[in-house]
């Protein structure tokens, strides 16, 4: 079992930036595919940004270039950076974790641990 928490989403102007936490509990982290989806008030969730367990990632077209996805297994955390933020990027953010540690999978039902989530409110 893991335990995922979120951390550090807030209000921003946009433009500005923040930087997402998610500190996973267990001593297997490093063997997990990790990924942060969002969702609006009204829409379905979607993908955002995904790390295998070797470091390999991708993020969604819509964030390329904006947004980053690290992690640090010693400290069992993946971030996620966002810059140049919009208003469209309002949202919970959620963090995820795929046992199958290769992988790197745009698809929630994928994902067997999640987060309770992070609100990140971007104002115009």
């Known amino acids: 079992q893991v335990q995922l928490v979120e951390s550090g989403g807030g209000l921003v102007q946009a433009g500005g930036s923040l930087r997402l936490s998610c500190a996973a509990s267990g001593r297997t982290f490093n063997t997990y595919a990790m990924g942060w989806f969002r969702q609006a008030p009204g829409k379905e969730r979607e993908f955002v940004a995904t790390?295998?367990?070797?470091?390999?990632?991708y993020v969604a077209d819509s964030v390329k270039g904006r947004f980053t996805i690290s992690r640090d297994n010693a400290k069992n955390t993946v971030y996620l950076q966002m810059n140049s933020l919009k208003p469209e990027d309002t949202a919970v953010y959620y963090c995820?974790?795929?046992?199958?540690?290769?992988?790197?999978?745009?698809?929630?039902?994928?994902?067997?641990?999640w987060g309770q989530g992070t609100q990140v409110t971007v104002s115009s």
């Open positions: 995820a974790a795929d046992r199958n540690g290769q992988r790197l999978s745009r698809l929630t039902n994928t994902y067997d641990y």
């Open positions: 790390i295998n367990w070797s470091g390999y990632s």
